[in-house]
């Protein structure tokens, strides 16, 4: 099955990518879930359109993207969040969180998409989180959950 990536999709691809996966996983998974549309031959001014949407929002050079690295990895980011008196929290810090408070700390915007979290956050203390700036760069970014 021809599929048109309508968003990124860990493994598979980037949106406007063209891919060509198994008939199930694209009826039952893909196209529910809007991460896909069904290829046709009229969709290739569709990928043309989300390829320059894509390239617009994106970093586009290696050396602009480890700049932005370098100010990224400076300092530890702190991200306030309701906590017990264990300092276990209610709920979980979400990539979302990581993105508002990395904006708020100064640094350039950066997609909510693109922060990746490798265990859930769920209790107080320092964690380390990727955010993949380039499809070559990786930030490794100290993330500090306080109590807010």
Known sequence: ??????????????????????????RNFLLPR??????????EAQVTAIQRARKAREIASIEEAQTVRARL??????????????????????????AQALEAAGAPSVDRRKVVIGQPI????????????????????????VSG
């Open 122 to 145: 769920k209790s107080l203390g320092s964690y380390s989180v990727a955010v993949r700036l380039h499809p070559e760069v990786t930030a490794s970014v100290d993330v500090e959950v």
């Open 34 to 43: 809007r991460l896909a549309t069904p290829w046709t031959k009229g969709g």
């Open 73 to 98: 990895q400076e300092r530890p980011v702190q991200v306030q969040a309701k906590a017990g008196a264990s300092g276990r929290l209610f709920g979980a810090v979400t990539p979302a969180d990581v």
């Open 1 to 26: 099955m021809k599929l048109i990536l309508t968003q990124e999709v860990t493994g598979l691809g980037e949106p406007g990518d063209v891919v060509d996966v198994k008939d199930g996983y694209g």
